[in-house]
């Protein structure tokens, strides 16, 4: 079976794919990384597509890899490892990233790849309305297309690697934008953002924890639905402020790197990730 590049027109088959492995339809976030960067599949002579890989580029100092999914029917032919050689060979040398399942840790661990970090998922339904958390010298407010430079600044610092795309790309599907402001400078942000019919929170970004939460407050307050929040663990304060106002605490997903043993970015800033397909 032959891999070949994705495109747009291949959406609705990788929604299809998704559903056989009981991943959600997320048709928005599908969209958005063949959008920004580039996909890879294989077609099932059944029809539709046997597996795919996806890869988000940011810049040459950093990739990551999501969406890598095999058909249960094609599973254990060395399909998942074909898909994952073809995206590392369109890669290149450089620092490239993913969240592991149980399913597919090993696989990535024989690519060479080796845990860097993790994260755990809050989602549920908000049973209790955050207050507002007011932070010394700090104004939080709405964030517009001008923000976008200062906070893709920000966000570099603290991912490692330039996101400008896809802040553009979340800041246009967001139900919610916010940034912190001290001292005229930008010095936090956090987006809210539509996937099926749950809200993403993240990424979210600041450099102080009471910054953090300020704008996760402003970004969860009135709510309804389904709320997610990806965060690394060792933000004790976040995960426990979330948990307190109704979003239950997952078993954390390993990040994974290769290219190097270290997740670049000043990380200490990055309280929650966008997405675990997106980093």
């Known amino acids: 079976m032959r891999i070949r590049r994705l495109t747009l027109d291949d959406v609705p088959a990788c929604l299809e794919l998704a559903m056989k492995r009981d991943w959600p339809a997320e048709e928005l976030k599908w969209r958005m990384i063949l959008e920004l960067g580039t996909g890879f599949g294989v077609d099932s002579p059944e029809g539709g597509l046997a ?17 890598m999914v095999v058909s249960p029917s094609n ?4 399909l998942g490892r074909r898909l994952m050689e ?9 620092p490239t990233l993913l969240f592991a399942t149980d399913q597919g840790r090993p696989l990535y661990e024989k690519l060479g790849f080796v845990q860097v970090g993790e994260v755990v ?10 207050q507002e958390l007011a932070v010394p010298d700090t104004r939080v407010r709405a964030m517009t297309g001008e923000d976008l430079d200062a906070v893709a600044t920000l966000d570099a610092g603290a991912f490692g690697a330039p996101r400008h795309p896809l802040l553009h790309a979340l800041h246009r599907e967001a139900s919610r934008a916010l940034v912190a402001e001290r001292d005229g400078r930008v010095v936090g942000y956090g987006l809210a953002w539509p996937n099926l019919e749950s809200t993403m929170v993240g990424p979210l970004i600041a450099q102080e ?8 407050a402003g970004l969860l307050r009135g709510l309804e639905g389904v709320v997610r929040l990806d965060s690394p663990p060792r933000f004790t304060g ?14 954390p997903a390993p990040m994974m790197m290769l290219h190097g043993t270290r997740a670049p ?5 990055l309280l929650a990730i966008a997405a675990q397909a997106l980093g």
């Open 75 to 78: 599973g254990r032919q060395g």
């Open 265 to 269: 970015g000043r990380r200490e800033h």
């Open 121 to 130: 998922k809050h989602l549920g339904r908000l049973t209790r309305q955050p």
């Open 86 to 94: 073809q995206a590392l060979e369109h890669i290149g040398p450089i």
């Open 238 to 251: 976040l995960s426990e402020w979330a948990a307190g106002l109704g979003l239950e605490r997952h078993v």
């Open 209 to 216: 924890e009471p910054i953090a939460l300020s704008l996760a």
């Open 51 to 67: 597996g795919t890989v996806l890869i988000a580029p940011y810049g040459r100092e950093a990739a990551w890899i999501g969406m």
